[in-house]
């Protein structure tokens, strides 16, 4: 085995693989000897992690349910494997609880000296929250990037920490004067998230192409941008479109939703943490995730256990603003229900002004600590001294 134990993060998703490596690279510079290992992406190697596999790629991702599962089946043996010849100190699970709950498992059988710090909580808080029996045997601490959460888990004795969350610490939440590729318009400004998954895009966008043919009915000069947030959604968003190409007066820009949400008078969010980057920018938002009425009714309302579901209104809530945002979930489908909602958002008035101090409200929250320097001192205290 290597003389030193290590930490492992092991992260499966593109955001997990950005929030992984703001912490890997402070661990680093606090710590340059401390051996850091990483299931994960570019980001956190480029931070300075030795990386055993490659696990955020989108082609991955968008293998089915079964190649999904045997392809983690066989990861989980090469990691056992590796596990037989590394020592850790520590495991950080980073997001996707599905996929890192076995890896919790294992490292808790076979190195149950280690610490497991779970980087982003797992929402059980939102629907299952019976896991967190299996939670609070598979974790020593959570840092948590929401307000609200560390409450919830230390009432149900799970250590946590509220640690913040990256966006807030690059974002100012000053509107910036608009990307020159961007539409010059002096109508309403609209910006469209329709999220970065595939089943969010597949889900959402035909609602959100059919809101925004009605409000271009009914406003006059409206122009809209899709943050698109990679070239694979922008071809699928391609793809569900008409004749495959956007409608006049919709664009899209690619991976760079800070200059659309910076550019927008408003925004309709598929809800996620695209709900928390346009508060950060202090974007007014209606908030949505569309879901057939069957599952709802057969399982969703039974498996959902809160009925305040957006971040902006979950943080809202706890800290006494009530809900902050229009959100409409579950929802159906009804593009009028969308309309009704964004209009009051399109043009200067009180909506947009209620929003803008709640906002403000929320960032004070989220500005009091760095994001890395918090979560690099939960975790180095949870570890035992050098």
């Given at each position: 085995?290597?003389?030193?134990?290590?930490i492992?993060?092991?992260?499966?998703?593109?955001?997990?693989?950005?929030?992984?490596?703001?912490l890997i690279?402070?661990l680093?510079?606090?710590?340059?000897?401390?051996?850091?290992?990483a299931?994960?992406?570019?980001?956190m190697?480029r931070?300075?992690?030795?990386?055993i596999?490659?696990?955020?790629?989108?082609?991955?991702?968008?293998?089915?349910?079964?190649?999904?599962?045997?392809?983690?089946?066989?990861r989980?043996?090469?990691?056992?494997?590796?596990?037989d010849?590394?020592?850790?100190?520590?495991l950080?699970?980073?997001?996707s609880?599905?996929?890192?709950?076995?890896?919790?498992?294992?490292v808790?059988?076979h190195?149950?000296?280690?610490?497991?710090?779970?980087?982003?909580?797992?929402?059980?808080?939102?629907w299952?929250?019976?896991?967190v029996?299996?939670?609070?045997?598979?974790?020593?601490?959570?840092l948590?990037?929401?307000p609200f959460?560390?409450?919830?888990?230390?009432?149900r004795?799970?250590?946590?920490t509220?640690?913040?969350?990256?966006?807030?610490d690059?974002i100012?939440?000053?509107?910036?004067?608009?990307?020159?590729?961007?539409?010059?318009t002096?109508?309403?400004?609209l910006a469209?998230?329709p999220?970065?998954?595939q089943?969010?895009?597949?889900?959402?966008w035909?609602?959100?192409?059919?809101?925004?043919?009605?409000?271009?009915?009914?406003?006059?000069?409206?122009?809209a941008?899709?943050?698109a947030?990679?070239?694979?959604?922008?071809?699928?968003?391609?793809r569900?479109?008409?004749?495959?190409?956007?409608?006049?007066?919709?664009?899209?820009?690619?991976?760079?939703?800070?200059?659309?949400?910076?550019?927008?008078?408003?925004?309709?969010?598929?809800?996620?943490t695209?709900?928390l980057?346009?508060?950060?920018?202090?974007?007014?938002?209606?908030?949505?995730?569309?879901?057939?009425?069957g599952?709802?009714?057969l399982?969703g309302?039974?498996l959902?256990?809160?009925?305040?579901m957006?971040l902006p209104n979950?943080?809202?809530?706890?800290?006494?603003?009530g809900?902050?945002?229009?959100?409409?979930?579950?929802?159906?489908?009804d593009?009028?229900?969308?309309?009704?909602?964004?209009?009051?958002?399109?043009?200067?008035?009180r909506?947009?002004h209620?929003?803008?101090?709640?906002?403000?409200a929320?960032?004070k929250?989220?500005t009091q600590?760095?994001?890395?320097?918090?979560?690099?001192?939960?975790?180095?205290?949870?570890?035992?001294?050098?």
């Amino acid at each position: 085995m290597a003389d030193r134990p290590g930490i492992l993060f092991t992260a499966f998703e593109p955001s997990g693989d950005h929030i992984a490596s703001a912490l890997i690279a402070e661990l680093k510079q606090r710590q340059p000897d401390r051996p850091i290992y990483a299931l994960g992406g570019p980001q956190m190697q480029r931070s300075g992690a030795a990386l055993i596999e490659s696990t955020t790629d989108h082609a991955a991702m968008l293998l089915g349910a079964a190649a999904q599962a045997k392809q983690h089946l066989q990861r989980l043996g090469r990691l056992r494997r590796w596990l037989d010849n590394h020592e850790i100190e520590a495991l950080v699970p980073t997001d996707s609880p599905a996929a890192n709950w076995s890896i919790c498992s294992m490292v808790r059988k076979h190195q149950p000296q280690a610490k497991i710090v779970h980087l982003v909580a797992p929402q059980l808080w939102a629907w299952a929250p019976w896991r967190v029996r299996k939670l609070r045997r598979l974790t020593d601490h959570v840092l948590c990037t929401q307000p609200f959460e560390p409450e919830w888990f230390r009432y149900r004795d799970v250590n946590a920490t509220f640690v913040g969350h990256p966006l807030y610490d690059r974002i100012t939440g000053e509107k910036l004067p608009p990307a020159d590729e961007l539409p010059k318009t002096d109508g309403p400004k609209l910006a469209l998230l329709p999220g970065s998954r595939q089943s969010e895009v597949k889900r959402n966008w035909p609602t959100m192409l059919e809101t925004y043919r009605r409000l271009h009915a009914s406003h006059r000069g409206i122009a809209a941008v899709v943050a698109a947030s990679d070239e694979a959604r922008q071809q699928q968003i391609l793809r569900m479109s008409p004749l495959g190409v956007l409608p006049s007066g919709i664009e899209m820009s690619v991976g760079d939703a800070d200059a659309v949400l910076n550019w927008a008078d408003a925004a309709l969010v598929v809800s996620g943490t695209a709900t928390l980057h346009a508060a950060a920018h202090s974007t007014p938002m209606v908030v949505f995730y569309n879901i057939s009425r069957g599952a709802w009714h057969l399982a969703g309302r039974w498996l959902v256990q809160t009925r305040t579901m957006s971040l902006p209104n979950l943080i809202g809530e706890s800290i006494g603003l009530g809900r902050v945002v229009p959100e409409l979930m579950p929802h159906f489908g009804d593009a009028d229900a969308l309309v009704r909602a964004l209009s009051p958002l399109l043009a200067e008035g009180r909506s947009r002004h209620a929003q803008h101090i709640a906002f403000a409200a929320i960032r004070k929250r989220f500005t009091q600590q760095r994001f890395e320097h918090a979560a690099a001192d939960a975790l180095l205290a949870v570890l035992p001294e050098a």
